[in-house]
T-cell receptor
Framework: DAGVIQSPRHEVTEMGQEVTLRCKPI?????LFWYRQTMMRGLELLIY????????DSGMPEDRFSAKMPNASFSTLKIQPSEPRDSAVYFC?????????FGPGTRLTVT | DQQVKQNSPSLSVQEGRISILNCDYT??????FLWYKKYPAEGPTFLIS?????DKNEDGRFTVFLNKSAKHLSLHIVPSQPGDSAVYFC????????????FGGGTRLMVKP
């Protein structure tokens, strides 16, 4: 199994632009999680899905952030418009039960 | 309110010695605990876990201890190796949380040759 796949690995964009991060979970996993890691706040959960349905989005910082999971093998996290304070590493993880398996992350830099 | 805390941001240990990483939690509903290891430019990888019905779980050089009364868990690595140098996160969940994990802030372990 290829593990959780995220793209792009790095993204540099200008303030105000739309950013879309992509995730392909491990086949057969029915939970998908989006996290953000920053120096100040550590690893924080943004939103998670179960069977493609958003269950808890209380960690999504603002309305500028949105996430979708149109099918069991794909999810997106969109930021529109992006701001410099959104600069962070964004991780996607999937699980079936117990431990979560993380992707390599997307390093986002908003200038 | 941080429900899972790792009070030591960093730890330095000599190769061959024991590394002890600590984690405290406040939510008494947590019943499953995990440790993750993270190398730079990679996602966290699962290391070891323990259920609240146990007080110890061992896997090779890694042992996790759980003290429910103190709401404390620790990860022991013995002997420590330079390749163990990474950031270690503890995480916790409970049965009705839908696989949701609450992570601590991480401890950076440096194992010196």
């Amino acid at each position: 199994d290829a593990g959780v796949i995220q793209s792009p690995r790095h993204e540099v964009t200008e303030m105000g632009q739309e950013v879309t991060l992509r995730c392909k979970p491990i086949s057969g996993h029915d939970y998908l999680f989006w996290y953000r890691q920053t120096m100040m706040r550590g690893l924080e959960l943004l939103i998670y899905f179960n069977n493609n349905v958003p269950i808890d989005d209380s960690g999504m910082p603002e309305d500028r952030f949105s996430a979708k999971m149109p099918n069991a093998s794909f999810s997106t996290l969109k930021i529109q418009p992006s701001e410099p304070r959104d600069s962070a590493v964004y991780f996607c993880a999937s699980s079936s039960r117990g431990e979560q398996y993380f992707g390599p992350g997307t390093r986002l830099t908003v200038t | 309110d941080q429900q899972v805390k790792q009070n030591s941001p960093s730890l330095s240990v000599q190769e061959g010695r024991i590394s002890i990483l600590n984690c405290d939690y406040t939510n008494s509903m947590f019943d499953y605990f995990l440790w993750y290891k993270k190398y730079p430019a990679e996602g966290p990888t699962f290391l070891i876990s323990i259920s609240s019905i146990k007080d110890k779980n061992e896997d090779g050089r890694f042992t996790v201890f759980l003290n429910k009364s103190a709401k404390h868990l620790s990860l022991h690595i013995v002997p420590s190796q330079p390749g163990d140098s990474a950031v270690y996160f503890c995480a916790a969940s409970y049965n009705n949380a839908g696989n949701m994990l609450t992570f601590g802030g991480g401890t950076r372990l440096m194992v010196k040759p």
